[in-house]
């Protein structure tokens, strides 16, 4: 059953995730008309960037398939704690890439830093954070899916994590 309260927090989730990609959207456009500028180092991105992106799709297709689960009135708990394990995962990840970043000579500020480096350590900062956000909803998720207080009636939380 949806309530007005239920519409209400997915409404301010629409808005959240507009205002979120706009953030995002932003840093990228700069990213790129400042690159036109020159005084940019190219440089490979490290591979760990490229792990925790396919870990991040891997746990959209699990969140999926927690929805179709619980709409069939099946248990989530499982495939919730697994997105939650990915979301560490993602984490070791970003942080892999920046040790790697910084083994080449590629500092977010400071000397030897360049701009180049500066918006890349910028934009995967801003997804960590991002994704600390959420975990925490994913622990709250994972606590009430393992109190079973969702059911292919109410699954409202697992909706917006």
């Not at 360049?114 to 925490?136: D, K």
């Amino acid at each position: 059953m949806i309530t007005v309260q239920n519409r209400a927090l997915k409404q301010l989730l629409w808005v959240g995730m507009g205002s979120i990609s706009m953030f995002f959207a932003g840093l990228t456009s700069a990213y790129i008309v400042r690159k036109g500028e020159g005084n940019w180092v190219e440089f490979v991105l490290p591979e760990w960037f490229w792990y925790s992106t396919i870990t991040i799709i891997l746990s959209s297709v699990i969140l999926i398939l927690a929805q179709q689960n619980i709409k069939k009135d099946k248990s989530i708990f499982s495939l919730v704690l697994g997105v939650l394990v990915l979301g560490l995962l993602f984490t070791f990840f970003q942080f892999n890439g920046w040790n790697e970043l910084t083994s080449k000579g590629i500092y977010l500020t400071g000397k030897g830093s360049n701009v180049a480096g500066s918006f890349l350590y910028i934009l995967t900062l801003a997804h960590l954070v991002h994704l600390i956000g959420g975990v925490i909803a994913l622990l709250v998720t994972a606590i009430n899916a393992k109190r079973k207080k969702y059911s292919s009636e109410n699954y409202l939380g697992l909706e917006i994590a």
